[in-house]
């Protein structure tokens, strides 16, 4: 399996416009997570799938983000419209849990976001 | 209130010295504690996860440790090398509701 993959690697936009960020998941994983990254604020979650059904997304910022997983191989983030304060590295994680909290979790190369 | 705190922010050592980093936890209820390494311009990568009955977990020259009682861990590097500079993240999962609770990362380097 090539892992988890994730596109584009950059963005670059402008304010205001929108942004989609996709991920596809290891195959037969049944967990998906949506993160972000900020040198002030370090690694956050912002949603989380299991079974493509959203679990926990209390950690979308604002309603201008949105998150979907229609099938099990593919899931996107939304950011719309998109603002300067956007800018991060967003990764995407699965893994395999059936229930077991305790399996581990394997990453994309995240996308690097700007927004101008 | 669910917290993760990492000692050092940063860290600088030798090739070849040991160093440990530090993570302590206010997170309650507990189910499980996750040790990252991130390479710059990469994905997290898992080095260990440790649930509360485990006490230690080695992961090559990794070694980490899990004191439930003081809400302590700690991972020991032995031998460092070059590629050992990176920044590592301490996670703590919470049972019952599955939050996960980030530190802000040691940042290591590791210079010839």
């Known amino acids: 399996d090539a892992g988890v993959i994730q596109s584009p690697r950059h963005e670059v936009t402008e304010m205001g416009q929108e942004v989609t960020l996709r991920c596809k998941p290891i195959?037969?994983?049944?967990?998906l997570f949506w993160y972000r990254q900020t040198m002030m604020r370090g690694l956050e979650l912002l949603i989380y799938f299991n079974n493509n059904v959203p679990i926990d997304d209390s950690g979308m910022p604002e309603d201008r983000f949105s998150a979907k997983m229609p099938n099990a191989s593919f899931s996107t983030l939304k950011i719309q419209p998109s603002e300067p304060r956007d800018s991060a590295v967003y990764f995407c994680?699965?893994?395999w849990g059936q229930g077991d909290m305790n399996t581990e979790a394997f990453f994309g190369q995240g996308t690097r976001l700007t927004v101008v | 209130k669910n917290q993760v705190e990492q000692s050092p922010q940063s860290l600088i050592i030798l090739e070849g010295k040991n160093c440990t980093l530090q993570c302590n936890y206010t997170v309650s209820p507990f189910s499980n504690l996750r040790w990252y390494k991130q390479d710059t311009g990469r994905g997290p990568v898992s080095l260990t996860i440790?649930?509360?009955?485990?006490n230690t977990k080695s992961n090559g020259r990794y070694t980490a440790t899990l004191d439930a009682d003081t809400k302590q861990s700690s991972l020991h590097i032995t031998a460092s090398q070059l590629s050992d500079s990176a920044s590592y993240i301490c996670?703590?999962?919470?049972?019952?509701?599955?939050?996960?609770?980030f530190g802000t990362g040691t940042r290591l380097k590791v210079l010839a």
């Open positions: 195959s037969g994983h049944d967990y």
């Open positions: 440790m649930t509360f009955s485990e």
């Open positions: 994680a699965s893994r």
């Open positions: 996670v703590v999962l919470t049972s019952g509701t599955y939050k996960y609770i």
